[in-house]
């Protein structure tokens, strides 16, 4: 188990759920960790968690959306610690709505933090990893990255595109020879605050939504999600599934090809609550 001992890994996201929880695995594992989130509170108590395992740690608020913070944090990392050797671009947000009745704007928003949070914490570390000699970026998409939902089209459409645009860096990464693994996350139901945190188009009540997903659909802990994701990182695979729901619907992708659109839909139907 010493992959991680005096790594240097960039959490974003790390204030609650999968980031925590990553955060919490590394430091247990002996990294050093660069951890930031825009939830001041959630960020200082998974710092104190850390802490108290024995890590060092360099805290701060930052809103992955916001480019120009980003890339002067990828520098203020670098500089204190000296050496960038993983970055998980895991903070995200959630919303729930048809496009009938979403406004454009929440579709941009979820696209500013899923896809170009992700954009803009890749391109700002990627000379530091490449310097390093030895790094990794670890992407989170989604299982909503392998198949399309209903009243999900602005999270799948940012988390298709973070798992293409990874996909892609990572060819890029093995074609110029640079020193950087890359790996697409994709989780299914995890039991954190994600749902609760979301927001939803008019005349939906998120409540209701978050407490369907907070009982039916999140099955896997944050801790079991830490677990899976760092073993996938630990082998260097391109891809890593999290949970059984993932596995399961990503074969059901693989078999029915576009098959699977109308089937999710007539089981959505019945299944799926209103929210209104
Ligand atoms: N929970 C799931 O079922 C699930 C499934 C698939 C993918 N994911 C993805 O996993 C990642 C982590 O989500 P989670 O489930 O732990 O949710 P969470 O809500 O528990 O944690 C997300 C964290 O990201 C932070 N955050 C939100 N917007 C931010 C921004 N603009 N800049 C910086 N930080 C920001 C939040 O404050 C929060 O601490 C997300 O990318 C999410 O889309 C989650």
């Not at 809103?63 to 990392?77: F, G, K």
């Not at 696209?111 to 914490?121: A, E, K, L, T």
């Not at 988390?159 to 996909?167: D, Q």
């Amino acid at each position: 188990m010493t992959h991680f001992l005096n790594k240097v890994a960039v959490v974003t996201g790390a204030g609650s759920g999968i980031g925590r929880a990553l955060a919490l695995d590394l430091a247990h594992q002996g990294a050093r960790l660069a951890l930031s989130d825009v939830d001041s509170a959630g960020l200082a108590e998974t710092v104190r968690q850390c802490e108290v395992l024995g890590a060092e740690v360099k805290a701060d608020h930052l809103d992955v959306a916001e480019r120009s913070s980003v890339l002067a944090y990828s520098d203020e990392v670098r500089a204190y610690f000296g050496v960038v050797n993983l970055v998980f671009n895991n903070a995200g947000i959630a919303f729930s709505g048809d496009i009938e009745v979403s406004e454009f704007k929440d579709v941009e928003r979820v696209m500013d933090v899923d896809f170009w949070g992700v954009v803009n914490g890749t391109k700002a570390f990627l000379p530091h990893l490449i310097a390093s000699g030895d790094g990794h970026i670890i992407n989170t998409s989604s299982l909503f990255g392998l198949l399309a939902m209903p009243s999900q089209s602005a999270y799948c459409a940012a988390k298709f595109a973070v798992r293409g645009f990874t996909e892609s860096l990572r060819q890029e990464m093995l074609m110029s020879k640079h020193p950087v693994r890359v790996t697409s996350v994709h989780p299914g139901g995890i039991k954190t605050a994600i749902a609760r945190n979301s927001t939803a188009a008019a005349g939906q009540d998120a409540k209701v939504l978050a407490e369907f997903f907070d009982k039916k659909m999140a099955r896997t802990t944050p801790e079991s999600a830490a677990h899976t994701i760092l073993r996938g990182v630990r082998a260097g695979r391109p891809r890593v599934l999290v949970g059984v729901d993932a596995r399961v619907l990503d074969a059901l992708v693989r078999v029915t090809g576009s098959g699977y659109q109308r089937l999710i839909a007539a089981v959505a139907a019945r299944v799926l609550p209103t929210g209104q």
